[in-house]
T-cell receptor, first 111, second 112 residues
Framework: DAMVIQNPRYQVTQFGKPVTLSCSQTLNHNVMYWYQQKSSQAPKLLFHYYDKDFNNEADTPDNFQSRRPNTSFCFLDIRSPGLGDAAMYLC??????????FGPGTRLTVT | AQSVTQPDIHITVSEGASLELRCNYSYGATPYLFWYVQSPGQGLQLLLKYFSGDTLVQGIKGFEAEFKRSQSSFNLRKPSVHWSDAAEYFCAVGANDYKLSFGAGTTVTVRA
């Protein structure tokens, strides 16, 4: 089935140690998103791509960066993770009627 | 800018009973409206969507939602709840800027 895939599902990193989360999609959608979701909260948009055009949310910390080398793949880089960055990170793509399709998420733990 | 309110933080329902989750939105034009479900430790799954046409939309897992423009609402319903419906439910509104605005979510607990 066409889908959004995230790897790894669980990631443990140390305080201050850079980490990269991966997302791939087989839907061939041109818009991709990265969200941060903390416990019992709605997802919070970090940034999105329209094709290769990168759009950063105003309140996304500089510590978070992203790369999209091609249509299928998108990466989230956290340069110096802090304890407050522990969260679920969700990747999504956008369909033709503005609906978004989400991956299963990566649970990031910072020790 | 668009916004979404889900008035109920937590709902408990008995298995087999009906369920209704409330959603109110604020948006100047005809909105794109969505309901998502999230099981613990999982991503969000699209239940249903509305962007035009029939105001009663059918979704997956036996869910339906009704768009009422006069009330700015898009409530989600299910006639008979199963234990597997226990999850977090998010209402969302989309606009032309490629973004979704999510409500705070409603946690549904199903008791036997």
């Amino acid at each position: 089935d066409a889908m959004v895939i995230q790897n790894p599902r669980y990631q443990v990193t140390q305080f201050g140690k850079p980490v990269t989360l991966s997302c791939s999609q087989t839907l061939n959608h041109n818009v991709m998103y990265w969200y941060q979701q903390k416990s019992s909260q709605a997802p919070k948009l970090l940034f999105h791509y329209y094709d290769k055009d990168f759009n950063n949310e105003a309140d996304t910390p500089d510590n978070f960066q992203s790369r999209r080398p091609n249509t299928s793949f998108c990466f989230l880089d956290i340069r110096s993770p802090g304890l407050g960055d522990a969260a679920m990170y969700l990747c999504a793509t956008r369909g033709t009627a503005y609906e978004q399709y989400f991956g299963p998420g990566t649970r990031l733990t910072v020790t | 800018a668009q916004s979404v309110t889900q008035p109920d933080i937590h709902i408990t329902v008995s298995e087999g009973a009906s369920l209704e989750l409330r959603c109110n939105y604020s948006y100047g034009a005809t909105p794109y409206l969505f309901w998502y479900v999230q099981s613990p430790g999982q991503g969000l799954q699209l239940l249903l969507k509305y962007f035009s046409g029939d105001t009663l939309v059918q979704g997956i897992k036996g869910f339906e939602a009704e768009f009422k423009r006069s009330q700015s609402s898009f409530n989600l319903r299910k006639p008979s709840v199963h234990w597997s419906d226990a999850a977090e439910y998010f209402c969302a509104v989309g606009a032309n800027d490629y973004k979704l605005s999510f409500g705070a979510g409603t946690t549904v607990t199903v008791r036997a």
